[in-house]
Nanobody, 128 residues
Framework: QVQLIESGGGLVQAGGSLRLSCEAS????????VGWFRQAPGKEREFVAA????????YSANSVKGRFTISRDNAKNTMYLQMNNLKPEDTAVYYC?????????????????????WGQGTQVTVSS
């Protein structure tokens, strides 16, 4: 079992920044690829970004490229999502997720059904 706890959400004005954190416990963190998803009211959960177990490969949705950066610190069992130049359309509940194994290629990371463990989510609200 892997437990995931997100933090860092909040209310920010358009153009501002936030950094989300996802702390994992329970298993060797580096054995898991991890990702961020988000879900706005009335919409499906969508992929935001992901990173392989070693941190050597990262993947991002086109909508956040150049604005969001995913990273991880395996020594701290923590993953991060630095979000810059936030837009009102980024408003959503953000979830972190983990999948066992380390794979190369975005297809292993972009589908919610590929993940084994999920956090409870953290709200991000961007005002215009």
């Amino acid at each position: 079992q892997v437990q995931l706890i997100e933090s860092g959400g909040g209310l920010v004005q358009a153009g501002g920044s936030l950094r989300l954190s996802c702390e994992a416990s329970g298993r060797t963190f580096s054995n898991y690829g991890v990702g961020w998803f988000r879900q706005a009211p009335g919409k499906e959960r969508e992929f935001v970004a992901a990173i392989s177990g070693s941190g050597g490969n990262t993947y991002s949705a086109n909508s956040v490229k150049g604005r969001f950066t995913i990273s991880r610190d395996n020594a701290k069992n923590t993953m991060y999502l630095q979000m810059n130049n936030l837009k009102p359309e980024d408003t959503a509940v953000y979830y972190c997720a983990a999948r066992s194994g380390s794979y190369s290629g975005s297809s292993y990371y972009i589908k919610p059904t590929s993940y084994d463990y999920w956090g409870q989510g953290t709200q991000v609200t961007v005002s215009s």
